[in-house]
T-cell receptor
């Protein structure tokens, strides 16, 4: 089976950098994805790491290390609008579906 | 529209009633997923459709839950004899055929907020 662990909540101030970690136990998967969900809204796709290393998309970067069973989402130059829940997810090799972590609520304060 | 559309956006019903939730995926997306999200929780997978068939129904919590998809497009999730623990947001997502391509992002609708009194 698959299990993904994330911190339940992270707080930071505007302009800062924050890292949201995701550790996992899975028998095999294609890659690690990240989704953002604002309160009451639809989850939206942010990034995907198929290989180990860092993927950068504007202010957001995502990292994967398969040897450490670990990944993270890095948000730079935080803005108030970044306050949301962030979910890591994997697609197991035997499935066509995603398994999601329980999500990390990011609170950005002025 | 260009996105995934779900209806109704909110549904309040009495315990024991049946409810039907609808999902209209993005045109051309062959894969469709239903999830359930309780307050402050993650996304609980319910069922996956590839075209009109459901190769993975493993997440349906009981036989009161069923889903169908017709014409490779619209899907309905039906909950019979609703219970209070069924109260949650039901999210639908669609994607291109995940097949051999491991990264096909899922596009989510805004969900149906279901409240059972």
């Amino acid at each position: 089976g698959q299990s993904l662990e994330q911190p339940s909540e992270v707080t930071a101030v505007e302009g800062a950098i924050v890292q949201i970690n995701c550790t996992y136990q899975t028998s095999g998967f294609y890659g690690l994805s990240w989704y953002q969900q604002h309160d009451g809204g639809a989850p939206t796709f942010l990034s995907y790491n198929a290989l180990d290393g860092l993927e950068e998309t504007g202010r957001f970067s995502s990292f994967l290390s398969r040897s450490d069973s670990y990944g993270y989402l890095l948000l730079q130059e935080l803005q108030m609008k970044d306050s949301a829940s962030y979910f890591c997810a994997v697609r197991p090799v035997q499935d066509s579906t995603l398994t999601f972590g329980k999500g990390t609520m990011l609170l950005v304060s002025p | 529209g260009a996105g995934v559309s779900q209806s109704p956006s909110n549904k309040v019903t009495e315990k024991g009633k049946d409810v039907e939730l609808r999902c209209d995926p993005i045109s051309g997306h062959t894969a469709l997923y239903w999830y359930r999200q309780s307050l402050g929780q993650g996304l609980e997978f319910l069922i996956y459709f590839q075209g009109n068939s459901a190769p993975d129904k493993s997440g349906l919590p009981s036989d009161r839950f069923s889903a169908e998809r017709t014409g490779g497009s619209v899907s309905t999730l039906t909950i019979q004899r609703t219970q209070q623990e069924d109260s949650a947001v039901y999210l639908c997502a669609s994607s291109l055929n995940p097949g051999p391509l491991p990264n096909q992002p899922q596009h989510f609708g805004d969900g149906t907020r279901l409240s059972i009194l």
